[in-house]
């Protein structure tokens, strides 16, 4: 599986944009880009995917490279729920079924009041 | 969505003895995995269990050391046997529900100390 790359902590201030860097350079064209989260205590959670086109949803957007070896997971105004490990994973596609979530070391996110 | 219930979510453990982990989700699914996160680090992935075949473990796991159970597509059970005090990890189960879906649901994790 390609690897990927990420700052070991970041710091924010509540209320002020993220913006959470990803390197992947050895991605193949069948790999997406996925992003989970681990709050303190708490399984992961699902919070975006891409492929090639820039992503929104609720939670937070995806801005893909257009090389695709990086990646950019931006949220818009961080709270203070928003303290977690944040993993940036590559997740290959075999023709509809998908390769296993390989979890790297991620980027703790400390938020400040 | 995909509501996840492990059971025990913590237990203390005697080294040599065995822990069942259980794992009930709300609907069917077609995937399950079962994770390893020990204290400080990222999850690493022991095995997929699919109902109806073998599970399918990951290199440093073997069955004999973590048997894990489906016996149907909401349930699975992974068991850690002969434990020692390098057990002792968060162990998390997670569910797919198939082509079409790509998020992945993971349970709060049971949180196992061997003594």
């Known amino acids: 599986d390609a690897k990927t790359t990420q700052p070991n902590s970041m710091e924010s201030n509540e209320e002020e944009p993220v913006h959470l860097p990803c390197n992947h350079s050895?991605?193949?064209?069948?790999?997406?880009i996925h992003w989970y989260r681990q709050l303190p205590s708490q399984g992961p959670e699902y919070v975006i995917h891409?492929?090639?086109s820039n992503v929104n949803n609720r939670m937070a957007s995806l801005a893909i490279a257009e090389d695709r070896k990086s990646s950019t997971l931006i949220l818009h105004r961080a709270t203070l729920r928003d303290a977690a490990v944040y993993y940036c994973i590559l997740r290959r596609n075999y023709g509809g079924s998908q390769g296993n979530l390989i979890f790297g070391k991620g980027t703790k996110l400390s938020v400040k009041p | 969505s995909a509501v996840i219930s492990q059971k025990p979510s913590r237990d203390i453990c005697q080294r040599g003895t065995s822990l069942t982990i259980q794992c009930q989700v709300d609907?069917?699914?077609?995937?399950m995995f079962w994770y390893r996160q020990q204290p400080g680090q990222s999850l690493t992935l022991i095995a997929t269990?699919?109902?109806?075949?073998?599970?399918?473990?990951e290199s440093g796991f073997v069955i004999d050391k973590f048997p894990i159970s489906r016996p149907n597509l909401t349930f699975s059970t992974l068991t850690v046997s002969n434990m020692s005090p390098e057990d002792s990890s968060i162990y998390l189960c997670?569910?797919?529900?198939?082509?079409?879906?790509?998020?992945?649901?993971f349970g709060q994790g049971t949180r196992l100390t061997v003594v």
């Open positions: 050895t991605i193949s064209g069948t790999d997406y």
């Open positions: 997670s569910v797919e529900k198939g082509q079409g879906y790509t998020e992945a649901f």
């Open positions: 891409g492929l090639t």
């Open positions: 609907s069917q699914v077609t995937m």
């Open positions: 269990a699919n109902q109806g075949s073998e599970a399918t473990y």
